[in-house]
């Protein structure tokens, strides 16, 4: 039986900054990888020249010393870390932004143009219909009756393919503030997690034209959810700054308060529905892994006209403090289990519960 591959697990304490300057010592490689990937990523996609990308990320260097000191802190415990500039980091944490930034304007049809042609090769009959708002980034939380007490969250995270190899589980015991098990890239500082006090955050992407603006890139407002001791604290945390961009945020607590939860995909709320009580972390999983309704299914694959992929799957159990989580795709991987149960020693605890075994390897 092979070993299981799992996402890197790491553990720091100390200032934010100290936290950081750690982390950043320790994934300084990949960290830099992941920013390199990125920036070749946006001048594909948009043309841009190299220098537009560092220079889009920069009006963000602002709302984050405004609005988030400990985060600006942290950056720059990250740069003395890596050894990184502020300046090239800044890319990382307003990801979507930058590339927003960049994107030009689509063209105008003009009205004399010729119709296209239902039968021109891009409207292949057999290519999957490419839609604005394919579904992706699928999440849940559940609570009650129907989990038999427990208080459940997670998260098939959909992005570009290539950023699952920079998926890292950060536990950090920072001073004055919860302990907190963070799912996030190398070099960003924030995305999705749970901490001690049983408070727990996912969030993903609305497509809203109209979402966009000056303000604290995306990505860091889960951070902000994740200093507070109950669900409605940490709603009111997010929503306090200016925000660059429109986001979905999904925040729960152990005592059961579900916040701001998005709309089910049909196929996932039908799912839940059918699920026996009390439904499980195993449960959970194995819905995640489903590929009814492919390309458009829980567990995501690119295909013409969408290159995105489930590149790490979250569940997050607030009642016992742990996460669980795929190293990619979860039709691909066992789901890890991380906790916060040590943390105060700094002891790192990781198993592998869960017994599935991928029906091929990569």
């Known amino acids: 039986m092979t070993t299981p591959s799992v996402l890197p697990f790491i553990h720091a304490q100390g200032s934010w900054g ?75 944490q307003a990801r979507a932004e930058v590339m927003r930034a960049n994107q030009r304007p689509a063209p105008e049809r003009r009205a004399d143009a ?46 570009v393919p290539f950023v699952a190899e920079y998926g890292v589980i950060i536990r950090q015991m920072p001073k004055g503030s919860p302990a907190t098990l ?7 500082l924030g995305h999705n ?22 303000g604290l890139p995306r990505y860091l407002l889960s951070r902000l959810a994740l200093r507070e001791e109950s669900a409605e ?27 701001d939860v998005e709309a089910l995909r049909e196929r996932m709320e039908a799912l839940l529905q059918d699920a026996k009580t009390p ?9 995640y892994r489903d590929h009814a309704n492919a390309p458009h299914s829980l567990c995501a694959h690119p295909f013409p006209g969408r290159n995105l992929e489930t590149v790490v799957s979250i569940i997050g159990d607030l009642t016992n403090r742990e996460l669980h989580a795929t190293k990619g795709a979860p039709c691909r991987a066992p789901y890890a289990t991380y906790t916060i149960a040590t943390c105060r020693t700094g002891a790192l605890s990781v198993t592998v519960r869960d017994d599935f075994q991928p029906a091929f390897s990569e």
């Open 114 to 159: 010729p119709e296209r042609r239902a039968d021109a090769p891009e409207w292949r009959a057999d290519a999957p219909e490419w839609r604005a708002d394919a579904p992706e980034c699928t999440t849940f939380a559940i609570t009650g009756r129907r989990t038999g007490g427990d208080t459940l969250i997670g998260q098939n995270v959909d992005l």
């Open 279 to 287: 439904v499980t972390v195993a449960d959970l999983q194995n819905i």
């Open 18 to 92: 100290e936290i950081r300057r750690q982390v950043g010592q320790m994934l300084q490689p990949a960290i830099a990888r992941h920013l390199e990937d990125w920036t070749r990523h946006v001048m594909r996609e948009t043309g841009c020249a190299r220098g537009a990308v560092e220079a889009a990320a920069a009006p963000y260097a602002r709302p984050i010393q405004d609005h988030t000191p400990f985060l600006w802190e942290e950056l720059d415990g990250l740069s003395r870390g890596s050894g990184i500039p502020i300046s090239r980091l800044l890319i990382l």
């Open 233 to 259: 604290a940490a709603r009111a945390a997010m929503m306090n700054p200016p925000r660059a961009a429109s986001r979905n945020l999904l925040v729960a607590d152990d005592r059961g308060t579900l916040l």
């Open 182 to 188: 963070l799912y996030t890239s190398a070099g960003l």
């Open 193 to 214: 997690g749970i901490n001690e006090a049983g408070v727990g955050v996912c969030a993903n992407s609305i497509d809203d034209p109209a979402g966009w603006g000056d």
